[in-house]
């Protein structure tokens, strides 16, 4: 194993832990927040029902840390094996899509500085994984190449 799939490796046992934590956080929003009380919330000037707010928040956080947490233990498989690093780039990058959309909504919600930090630490973490599969894939390729070349 050569020591950019050991460092993806790392990278994604890191972004499985934080994306574990994320899906905490979800379940914690989906089943009940202590601390929103009352029937309705303000949320850019407009009143919504705590319980939907509440729903809706928990569904796409969870969904999102859990999808974030495929990628991530997809990549430590992917890890050991160039040869099937491919899709996981591919996964990785629309990973990395979906968390920048989420950071562009939190910043036209006005979350950015509330939880939109979450966003953009999976974003990087994405960004990064999808770097180093490329490389990976890229180191990969060109040793086969080499190899045709010297059967050929």
Not at 6 to 34: D, E, N, Q, T, Y
Not at 52 to 70: C, E, H, Y
Not at 100 to 110: E, M, N, R, Y
Request: glycine share 10%; hydrophobic share 60%; aromatic share 8%.
């Amino acid at each position: 194993m050569s020591s950019m799939q050991k460092a993806l490796r790392i990278i994604c046992i890191l972004s499985a832990i934080w994306s574990a934590l994320g899906c905490v956080v979800g379940l914690f929003i989906l089943f009940g927040v202590p601390f929103v009380l009352g029937d309705s919330l303000i949320a850019g000037g407009v009143e919504v029902d705590a319980a939907i707010a509440r729903g809706v928040t928990g569904s796409i956080v969870l969904m999102s840390f859990v999808f974030n947490l495929f990628v991530a233990l997809l990549g430590i498989s992917g890890a050991k094996d160039p040869a099937k690093i491919g899709v996981f780039k591919i996964i990785a990058l629309a990973a990395a899509g979906l968390s920048f959309l989420g950071v562009v909504l939190d910043v036209i919600s006005g979350q950015l500085h509330d939880v939109g930090w979450s966003s953009i630490v999976s974003t990087l973490f994405m960004i990064i994984l999808a770097s180093f599969a490329s490389e990976i894939q890229r180191v990969y390729l060109s040793k086969k190449m080499k190899e045709l070349k010297i059967h050929g």
